[in-house]
């Protein structure tokens, strides 16, 4: 059994910045992708963004120029760095391995004008 621990989430004004990490109990290079995904109210899950093993990586469009996900190997923790944030980014985030059934519990990120 793997678990993704995320923490950083928090409330924060238009246009700050919020990190979250995420810290799995297994090598994530053991993993296609690690990835985050948020879930706002009534709305169904969607992905954020995704680091692949070779370090390659995808955004959704509305977080692209905004958000950057990276990873510290030796930590077995995935980051996603937000900044200029939205009110529209208000959701849970989780972190996941791709692929796998692995998710974190999610962390709360709200965003108010």
């Known amino acids: 059994q793997v678990q993704l621990v995320e923490s950083g989430g928090g409330s924060v004004q238009v246009g700050g910045s919020l990190r979250l990490s995420c810290a799995a109990s297994?090598?994530?290079?053991?993993?296609?992708?690690m990835g985050w995904y948020r879930q706002a109210p009534g709305k169904e899950r969607d992905m954020v963004a995704l680091i692949r093993s070779d370090g390659t990586t995808n955004y959704a469009d509305p977080v692209k120029g905004r958000f950057t996900i990276f990873r510290d190997v030796a930590k077995n923790t995935v980051y996603l760095q937000m900044n200029s944030l939205e009110p529209e980014d208000t959701a849970v985030y989780y972190c996941t391995a791709v692929y796998t059934s692995y998710w974190g519990q999610g962390t709360q990120v709200t965003v108010s004008s």
């Open positions: 297994r090598a994530i290079l053991s993993f296609s992708a």
